[in-house]
Nanobody, 118 residues
Framework: QVQPVESGGGLVQPGGSLRLSCVASGSIFSSNAVGWYRQAPGKGRELVATITAGGSRNYANYADSVKGRFTISRDNAKNTVYLQMNSLKVEDTAAYYC?????????WGQGTQVTVSS
């Protein structure tokens, strides 16, 4: 079973930017839609961005809370999905994970922590 590896998190001030990466090895990577989820302390896991399966064009969807600030993209040759996060807010603080929406098919990775604080 695929287990992704997330990276790129860190501590950033409000208004700052980070780019997260999710590497998920497996020959079927390009055939999966992929999403970024986040989980803040004491809260449930939230799907914030999705990108359709590999092809000539990819389509993205975003939660209202991140629309206009986050951008999801993928590089199938590298089995990698990215999440560019701009204009970060304190409420974006969470552990970020990638997996396959709407039905989770991969093991959950360890995630990458994003902390937005002044």
């Amino acid at each position: 079973q695929v287990q992704p590896v997330e990276s790129g998190g860190g501590l950033v001030q409000p208004g700052g930017s980070l780019r997260l990466s999710c590497v998920a090895s497996g020959s079927i990577f390009s055939s999966n839609a992929v999403g970024w989820y986040r989980q803040a302390p004491g809260k449930g896991r939230e799907l914030v961005a999705t990108i359709t399966a590999g092809g000539s064009r990819n389509y993205a969807n975003y939660a209202d809370s991140v629309k206009g600030r986050f951008t999801i993209s993928r590089d199938n040759a590298k089995n990698t999905v990215y999440l560019q996060m701009n204009s970060l807010k304190v409420e974006d603080t969470a552990a970020y994970y990638c997996n396959t929406p709407p039905v989770v098919q991969w093991r959950w990775g360890q995630g990458t922590q994003v902390t937005v604080s002044s």
